[in-house]
């Protein structure tokens, strides 16, 4: 079973409008988890961090849901800019190891 | 702030070539790793190190090999290059605590 699953899309979303990506991850005892943003071709840059409380940052809210060992992301009022691939990240403080999810392709069209 | 350096940016190699893929980087970061990158399996853990002298295999290291003898530089060495080692390659590193990645820009690898 991979340690982070994500459904890789592609989302085709209109302007402005509001899209939502979840991710599972499947080591119970995962301790960090993070939304990575990557565009074609460039390296991965860090998005949010995401916070048990749950986190907002603009027109971006992280949520983690332990129980369900889920992890989301929700992108308010799309713009243009945010066409990209969206990647899942968990720590599992078990070896200072990283895993990846494949990556979810987000197109906003006009 | 140069951060995370690597070089080349990209490579060609024929099979059976040796070669190794530079990282360097600059803010004393304890922790480095290597990921490669291809189409529909995301980012895939090469090899890793927490510190000076430390080094440990990850999800794909076969085909690969580490050292670190500096805090600020962790290179890749490919033995011997075979087509499945086609892909992105990206250097990491991380701070203390490991709560963020900082990445370098990538190296785009092809072996013929």
């Known amino acids: 079973r991979k340690e982070v699953e994500q459904d890789p899309g592609p989302f085709n979303v209109p302007e402005g409008a509001t899209v939502a990506f979840n991710c599972t991850y499947s080591?119970?005892?995962?301790?960090?988890f993070f939304w990575y943003r990557q565009d074609c071709r460039k390296e991965p840059k860090l998005l949010m961090s995401?916070?048990?409380s749950g986190n907002e940052d603009g027109r971006f809210t992280a949520q983690l849901n332990r129980a369900s060992q889920y992890i989301s992301l929700l992108i308010r009022d799309s713009k243009l800019s945010d066409s990209a691939t969206y990647l899942c990240?968990?720590?599992?403080?078990?070896?200072?190891?990283?895993?990846f999810g494949t990556g979810t392709s987000l197109t906003v069209i006009p | 702030n140069a951060g995370v350096t690597q070089t080349p940016k990209f490579q060609v190699l024929k099979t059976g070539q040796s070669m190794t893929l530079q990282c360097a980087q600059d803010?004393?970061?304890?922790?480095m790793s290597w990921y490669r990158q291809d189409p529909g399996m995301g980012l895939r853990l090469i090899h890793y190190?927490?510190?000076?002298?430390?080094?440990d295999q990850g999800e794909v290291p076969n085909g690969y090999n580490v050292s670190r003898s500096t805090t600020e530089d962790f290179p890749l060495r490919l033995l011997s290059a075979a087509p499945s080692q086609t892909s992105v390659y990206f250097c990491?590193?991380?701070?203390?605590?490991?709560?963020?990645?900082?990445f370098g820009s990538g190296t785009q690898l092809s072996v013929l």
């Open positions: 990491a590193s991380s701070p203390p605590g490991a709560e963020k990645l900082f």
């Open positions: 190190s927490v510190g000076a002298g430390i080094t």
């Open positions: 803010m004393n970061h304890e922790y």
């Open positions: 990240v968990v720590n599992p403080r078990t070896g200072n190891q990283f895993y």
């Open positions: 080591n119970s005892a995962s301790q960090s």
């Open positions: 995401v916070y048990s």
